[in-house]
């Protein structure tokens, strides 16, 4: 069965965009466009990864993430949050409980391995990653 990864965020051109390399990759994705749905998607399908949108309308994605920590159908679920924002928006998301945090501008090659990584790991080898801006080229 091939792994599945939830994409959560309210802009379609990202989501398609994301959805687009990671089916290239041979992932299965599943879509929601708000942390509540997110949130439905989560439990009712179970992904091996999720990435979400930090600035989701609606329910607070602070709140999705500990939900979804919290819950035993969910909590081993490795959750990566990506933003556009500051570094202090990114830092501020590294309480939440959330296993990694990534700017959007991330080139495709080292998003699929971030990817790869935490579909490979083990709940216990998980830990809080931060991958900062690069200028390499998209790839």
Known sequence: MRQRILIVDHREDCRKILASQLRRTGYK?????????????????????????????GLNVTRATHWLKDDPRTKFIPIVHTTWHDEGRKQDSLGTGVDCVLTKRIPCKV?????????????????????????????
């Open 29 to 57: 994705v599943i879509e929601a466009d708000s942390s509540a749905r997110g949130v439905e998607k989560a439990v009712s399908e179970v992904p091996n990864l999720i990435i979400m949108d930090l600035e989701l309308p």
């Open 111 to 139: 998003l699929r391995e971030i990817v790869q990584m935490f579909l490979q790991a083990t709940p216990d080898s998980c830990g809080v990653a931060y991958v900062r801006e690069t200028t390499a080229p998209r790839g």
